[in-house]
């Protein structure tokens, strides 16, 4: 009887390990060079645009940094003219060199001439003259208890400051009155509902909002929205790409209309990048490059630790202390 029962557990034990499916491809090249650089240390913390190092040194769309961040402060954003934003998540923030006592916990900022736009863990926003340090605007909104870890700066575009909320909203600000002008409800029902991504596309003035969840087009004409289970957004051009958590990767307009779409069967897709073409990176340790017209693709070995923390900038790959340059 014990016999019985062994083998019995042994065949479900075997069952369960051939139930597991992942990704394979057909075949794979090697016509790519992929040699992963060493930093200086594990990233520690990142959002889309940057990320820290557990030295202290930063990642930005200019590379990594030779100087390092005071201790206890993390990067999250850049100014117009360089500087860092830096916040330690107590009482401060740094902008450049200049240390600001702020009244809460600031997790996104913004600055443009002179006004600093701030989002607060308690999922307040606001806006200050830096000149004075008077505040120019102020709104609370309901507490957000669960967000996805992607959270988006506030955005200056023109005359006006968008303040990308915890939950599920984009708040528009005039900066010429300093009032709100419009909310919009991205996506206000699912629990993890943080807008992920901001992108404005300059030639037909259309802003590209997005939450784990739903993505959503506004242009001066109309507001579209889709629902997509999101994974990565990146905006080229007029041109939108996604990934998905069911393996698709999607190429999209400014409309939100589908122009190509490929599904990778079992592929949990990491994060996507765009060089001169699309690459996604899938998590069993593949880089996939995908052409225009998403008719075809090449396959390549790459190996990593699907468990490091990765961040895609510009045509560099950065995961756990190592980095590639994609051609």
């Not at 830096?130 to 208890?145: D, G």
């Not at 992607?150 to 599920?168: A, E, Q």
């Amino acid at each position: 009887m014990k016999y019985i029962l062994f083998s019995l557990s042994a065949l479900f034990l075997l069952s369960g390990c051939s139930g597991k499916k992942h990704y394979e491809p057909i075949e794979t090249s090697s016509n790519i060079e992929l040699n992963k650089e060493s930093l200086s240390s594990n990233i520690k913390s990142m959002n889309k645009i940057g990320a820290t190092l557990d030295d202290n040194k930063i990642i930005t769309k200019e590379g990594i940094s030779s100087f390092e961040l005071p201790e206890g402060f993390e990067f999250i954003n850049l100014t117009n003219d360089g500087k860092i934003i830096a916040t330690n998540y107590i009482d401060k923030i740094l902008i450049g060199n200049e240390e600001r006592v702020v009244k809460d916990v600031v997790i996104a900022a913004s600055v443009k001439d002179n006004k600093l736009a701030l989002i607060y863990s308690n999922n307040t926003i606001e806006l200050i003259d830096m000149s004075n340090n008077k505040t120019l605007f102020k709104e609370y909104s309901t507490l957000s208890l669960a967000n996805d870890t992607r959270i988006t700066n506030p955005y200056f575009m023109g005359n006006l400051i968008l303040f990308p909320t915890l939950n599920g909203k984009v708040i528009i600000v005039s900066g010429i009155n300093n009032e709100s002008v419009k909310n919009i409800a991205v996506d206000p029902d699912n629990e993890f509902n943080n807008i992920i991504s901001l992108n404005v596309i300059e030639s037909t003035q259309t802003l590209i909002v997005a939450s784990p969840n739903k993505i959503v087009s506004i242009s001066p004409k109309e507001i579209l929205s889709k629902s997509y289970d999101l994974r990565d957004i990146i905006v080229k051009g007029q041109d939108i790409y996604i990934a998905t958590i069911d393996g698709q990767v999607i190429k999209l307009t400014a409309n939100l209309e589908e122009v190509s779409k490929k599904k990778y069967k079992y592929a949990k897709i990491h994060a996507l990048a765009f060089t001169d073409s699309l690459y996604a990176i899938e998590s069993q340790g593949y880089l996939i490059n995908i052409n225009d017209d998403f008719n075809s693709d090449t396959v390549y070995d790459f190996s990593f630790d699907n468990e490091d923390r990765m961040i895609v900038i510009g045509n560099r790959v950065y995961f756990g202390s190592k980095y590639i340059t994609l051609p």
